[in-house]
């Protein structure tokens, strides 16, 4: 029963960026069922949804540290949203720049996609 209300979502997360959505159950430093992990940011964390080992879990995500937006992210000595990284991108080093590149949003969405919230 205790286990059953551990996994209970505490809510869900939605990036501000590309509107992914994932339900946490956690939000925090130190998720639970972890020993010796301690992240250096409050994150948005749910169990993987992927292995039966309760001490597995996802990180969704992390407010940025320059613009505080729940957006999708990197983490480099601190979470950067995708837009303040390409804003700074000279401050970063070239693997991250790298890894920029494989994340470049589609310049045009599926048409069966929405546009934009608004």
Same mark, same amino acid.
């Given at each position: 029963? &205790? $286990?059953?209300?551990? %996994?209970?979502? #505490?809510?869900?997360?939605? %990036?501000? @960026? *590309?509107?992914?959505? &994932?339900?946490?159950?956690?939000?925090?430093?130190?998720?639970?069922?972890?020993?010796? !992990?301690?992240?250096?940011?409050?994150?948005?964390?749910?169990?993987?949804?992927?292995?039966?080992? +309760?001490? +597995?879990? #996802?990180? #969704?995500?992390? $407010? %940025?540290?320059?613009?505080?937006?729940?957006?999708?992210?990197?983490?480099?000595?601190?979470?950067? %949203? @995708?837009? *303040? !990284?390409?804003?700074?991108?000279?401050?970063?080093?070239?693997?991250?720049?790298?890894?920029?590149? +494989?994340?470049?949003?589609?310049?045009? $969405?599926? &048409?069966?996609?929405?546009?934009?919230?608004?």
């Amino acid at each position: 029963m &205790a $286990r059953e209300a551990e %996994c209970r979502p #505490l809510g869900v997360f939605e %990036c501000q @960026l *590309c509107a992914l959505t &994932a339900p946490y159950s956690y939000v925090g430093q130190k998720p639970p069922d972890t020993q010796s !992990v301690v992240l250096l940011e409050e994150s948005y964390v749910m169990k993987d949804p992927f292995t039966w080992d +309760k001490d +597995k879990f #996802l990180i #969704l995500g992390s $407010r %940025c540290s320059v613009c505080s937006r729940l957006e999708c992210s990197i983490f480099y000595s601190k979470r950067f %949203c @995708l837009p *303040c !990284v390409q804003e700074n991108i000279e401050a970063f080093p070239q693997e991250i720049r790298q890894d920029l590149e +494989k994340r470049k949003l589609p310049s045009k $969405r599926p &048409a069966n996609l929405p546009t934009s919230k608004t």
